[in-house]
């Protein structure tokens, strides 16, 4: 069973040789094969080329184009410094106020930078490896891509200080995203993550005015391009869990903060949960006998479709035999 | 307008609301100190509480926050004026490598809520502008945050440093951040750890000039 049909299987509910491993692989993979850091985020064929090599040597079941949260950000115009061998830094807010939101251009994803190499990356994954594994795009979700504009603490009173404006934002950043999704899905993604960390900072109230309308639609649109949508946010989400639910998302990420068997009911139904072990204390920290409990812990919690993960990126210099471990576990666990 | 009225409005974040009743008290008598620690602080502890028990989130902590900063603002020219210290002086930072400052702005607005001079290094602080902040502003305790497991290693670098330069004893320092715990504070050497904004306040009173 490749690691396509074992993630369609799964999806399904359906018997499966071990339940697939969706770990978020970024920083790790450049580090792994020992190219500086930069070029990762820079050129979609170091991307590839690692993440296919961090797939094969631990068993991963996603082939990933994720990689930071500024290629948006870059192509909207920001600054944003990519260091020799650290991650990419956006220390300055492109929209410093809501006077320049007329100036905000939507970018075309094809004539971009840094979206159009996530493109190329798609469609090298495709040609390398597409009958293999599933392909999964990235975008911003749109709350995440307004706080990546105009800062998080701005964006945390903009909720109460200037609602209407910032649905204006946001309704530019979900256009942005649509295209940069589509784009991807047209490139050969099977199926599109997207990262709303920042909205878990936000109480069901809001969460249900600035995030979750935005991310549904977003959501339809992959769906409406064919593919299935992955909804990542990190942090503690159990407030929101019953409003995540109704996103459309297929697949839900849980990050380790929650409970994870009361986030399989709470989806039951409607998405696969993935999730959710300590990415840190558990992946990076831990010994290998403390991820295989920690791994088995969350099948024993999780249904049918459930799928594994820690609760957010595999940590830079996590163990290599503690990712390996996580594969182990998966495969020897017992009551699948 | 009564105190406890003041305090639901910091409560609920209403700043012009704060500073016209903070004008009030102080036209009704009120000692510019009774004002900070029976309204300002003790709504902000109420800020504090509820945000730990999930009862509120990151925007309504923040705009509380600011409705206090707007009643402070209201008594700063009379705090100088009468010449009223400060609890001491507080140097406050994310670490090098770091831009998360939620948090650290958080730690830092309640300080300043209970009456400490505050500064902020900001975000991405070099160990040695930690030092340099230490030597000329000659603070009580410096407070270190991160929210990164790479980052946090940081902290032990400006324990090393202060300790280098000979003046880890005359300064407290304090780490808090969503990966640090007691443990790590206690291992790397740290004088205290605080695991919220409003715990923060209670440890760092115990080094009150
Ligand atoms: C001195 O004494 C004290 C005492 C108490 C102190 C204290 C000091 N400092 C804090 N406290 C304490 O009091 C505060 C209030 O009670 C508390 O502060 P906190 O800061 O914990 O809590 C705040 C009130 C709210 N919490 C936050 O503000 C953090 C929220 C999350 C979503 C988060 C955000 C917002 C951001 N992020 Co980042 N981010 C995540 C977070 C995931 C999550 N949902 O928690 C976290 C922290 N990020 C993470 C990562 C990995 C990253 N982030 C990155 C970037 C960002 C943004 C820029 C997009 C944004 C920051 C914006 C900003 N201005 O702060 C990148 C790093 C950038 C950098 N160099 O710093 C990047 C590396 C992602 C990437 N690959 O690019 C993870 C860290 C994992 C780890 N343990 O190492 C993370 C937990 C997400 C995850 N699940 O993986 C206490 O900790």
Same mark, same amino acid.
């Given at each position: 069973?490749?690691?396509?049909?074992?993630?369609?299987?799964?999806?399904?509910?359906?018997?499966?040789?071990?339940?697939?491993?969706?770990?978020?692989?970024?920083?790790?993979?450049?580090?792994?094969?020992?190219?500086?850091?930069?070029?990762?985020?820079?050129?979609?064929?170091?991307?590839?080329?690692?993440?296919?090599?961090?797939?094969?040597?631990?068993?991963?079941?996603?082939? =990933?184009?994720?990689?930071?949260?500024?290629?948006?950000?870059?192509?909207? =115009?920001?600054?944003?410094?990519?260091?020799?061998?650290?991650?990419?830094?956006?220390?300055?807010?492109?929209?410093?106020?809501?006077?320049?939101?007329?100036?905000?251009?939507?970018?075309?994803?094809?004539?971009?930078?840094?979206?159009?190499?996530?493109?190329?990356?798609?469609?090298?994954?495709?040609?390398?490896?597409?009958?293999?594994?599933?392909?999964?795009? @990235?975008?911003?979700?749109?709350?995440?891509?307004?706080?990546?504009?105009?800062?998080?603490?701005?964006?945390?009173?903009?909720?109460?200080?200037?609602?209407?404006?910032?649905?204006?934002?946001?309704?530019?950043?979900?256009?942005?995203?649509?295209?940069?999704?589509?784009?991807?899905?047209?490139?050969?993604?099977?199926?599109?993550?997207? =990262?709303?960390?920042?909205?878990?900072?936000?109480?069901?109230?809001?969460?249900?005015?600035?995030?979750?309308?935005?991310?549904?639609?977003?959501?339809?649109?992959?769906?409406?391009?064919?593919?299935?949508?992955?909804?990542?946010?990190?942090?503690?989400?159990?407030?929101?869990?019953?409003?995540?639910?109704?996103?459309?998302?297929?697949?839900?990420?849980?990050? @380790?903060?929650?409970?994870?068997?009361?986030?399989?009911?709470?989806?039951?139904?409607?998405?696969?949960?993935? $999730?959710?072990?300590?990415?840190?204390?558990?992946?990076?920290? $831990?010994?290998?006998?403390?991820?295989?409990?920690?791994? @088995?812990?969350?099948?024993?919690?999780?249904?049918?479709?459930?799928?594994?993960?820690? =609760?957010?990126?595999?940590?830079?210099?996590?163990?290599?035999?503690?990712?390996?471990?996580?594969?182990?576990?998966?495969?020897?666990?017992?009551?699948? | 307008?009564?105190?406890?009225?003041?305090?639901?409005?910091?409560?609920?974040?209403?700043?012009?609301?704060?500073?016209?009743?903070?004008?009030?008290?102080?036209?009704?008598?009120?000692?510019?100190?009774?004002?900070?620690?029976?309204?300002?602080?003790?709504?902000?502890?109420?800020?504090?509480?509820?945000?730990?028990?999930?009862?509120?989130?990151?925007?309504?902590?923040?705009?509380?926050?600011?409705?206090?900063?707007?009643?402070?603002?209201?008594?700063?020219?009379?705090?100088?004026?009468?010449?009223?210290?400060?609890?001491?002086?507080?140097?406050?930072?994310?670490?090098?490598?770091?831009?998360?400052?939620?948090?650290?702005?958080?730690?830092?607005?309640?300080?300043?809520?209970?009456?400490?001079?505050?500064?902020?290094?900001?975000?991405?602080?070099?160990?040695?502008?930690?030092?340099?902040?230490? %030597?000329?502003?000659?603070?009580?305790?410096?407070?270190?945050?991160?929210?990164?497991?790479?980052?946090?290693?940081?902290?032990?670098?400006?324990?090393?440093?202060?300790?280098?330069?000979?003046?880890?004893?005359?300064?407290?320092?304090?780490?808090?951040?969503?990966?640090?715990?007691? %443990?790590?504070?206690?291992?790397?050497?740290?004088?205290?750890?605080?695991?919220?904004?409003?715990?923060?306040?209670?440890?760092?009173?115990?080094?009150?000039?």
């Amino acid at each position: 069973m490749n690691s396509k049909e074992r993630l369609t299987r799964r999806l399904a509910g359906k018997p499966v040789d071990r339940a697939p491993n969706c770990n978020l692989i970024m920083a790790f993979a450049p580090l792994y094969i020992g190219k500086p850091q930069s070029q990762f985020y820079l050129d979609y064929k170091v991307l590839v080329e690692s993440n296919l090599r961090v797939a094969k040597d631990f068993d991963l079941d996603i082939l =990933g184009a994720i990689s930071d949260p500024f290629r948006e950000v870059f192509d909207f =115009g920001g600054k944003v410094e990519f260091p020799e061998d650290d991650i990419p830094l956006c220390s300055d807010n492109l929209l410093k106020s809501y006077e320049d939101l007329p100036k905000l251009q939507i970018f075309d994803p094809y004539r971009s930078t840094r979206m159009q190499d996530r493109i190329q990356g798609i469609e090298l994954y495709k040609r390398e490896a597409g009958s293999e594994y599933p392909i999964m795009g @990235w975008v911003e979700a749109p709350f995440a891509e307004a706080v990546d504009l105009r800062g998080m603490n701005e964006i945390m009173l903009d909720v109460y200080d200037h609602p209407e404006k910032l649905h204006q934002l946001l309704e530019i950043c979900l256009e942005a995203e649509i295209r940069s999704a589509v784009a991807q899905i047209k490139a050969g993604a099977d199926l599109i993550g997207m =990262g709303d960390a920042a909205a878990s900072l936000l109480g069901p109230d809001l969460f249900g005015a600035f995030a979750l309308p935005y991310e549904q639609r977003l959501i339809a649109a992959v769906h409406e391009a064919g593919a299935l949508a992955r909804l990542h946010i990190c942090g503690n989400t159990t407030a929101i869990l019953n409003l995540m639910k109704l996103s459309g998302a297929d697949i839900i990420d849980v990050d @380790w903060k929650v409970n994870f068997k009361l986030a399989c009911e709470t989806y039951r139904g409607y998405a696969a949960a993935c $999730g959710n072990f300590d990415p840190v204390a558990v992946v990076q920290q $831990g010994t290998p006998a403390r991820i295989r409990e920690a791994v @088995w812990k969350c099948l024993d919690a999780g249904d049918a479709n459930t799928l594994i993960m820690a =609760g957010c990126e595999i940590p830079l210099s996590t163990p290599h035999e503690n990712l390996k471990a996580i594969a182990e576990a998966l495969r020897d666990y017992p009551r699948y | 307008m009564r105190a406890n009225e003041i305090k639901d409005l910091i409560i609920k974040g209403d700043a012009a609301g704060t500073a016209w009743g903070v004008e009030e008290m102080l036209a009704a008598g009120l000692a510019v100190d009774d004002i900070i620690q029976g309204i300002l602080v003790s709504a902000m502890n109420v800020v504090g509480e509820r945000f730990r028990e999930g009862q509120i989130f990151v925007p309504e902590m923040l705009i509380a926050a600011r409705a206090m900063k707007a009643g402070l603002k209201i008594l700063e020219p009379l705090i100088l004026q009468a010449g009223r210290k400060y609890l001491g002086k507080v140097v406050i930072g994310t670490v090098k490598g770091d831009l998360h400052d939620i948090g650290k702005n958080l730690v830092g607005t309640m300080l300043q809520g209970a009456g400490w001079d505050v500064v902020d290094l900001g975000v991405d602080v070099a160990p040695e502008k930690f030092l340099k902040a230490v %030597k000329e502003q000659k603070p009580a305790a410096i407070g270190l945050s991160a929210l990164l497991s790479t980052t946090m290693g940081s902290m032990k670098t400006v324990l090393g440093l202060l300790e280098q330069e000979g003046l880890r004893s005359q300064v407290k320092v304090l780490v808090g951040g969503a990966p640090v715990s007691e %443990k790590y504070a206690t291992e790397i050497g740290a004088d205290g750890y605080a695991p919220d904004a409003g715990t923060a306040v209670h440890v760092f009173a115990r080094y009150a000039s």
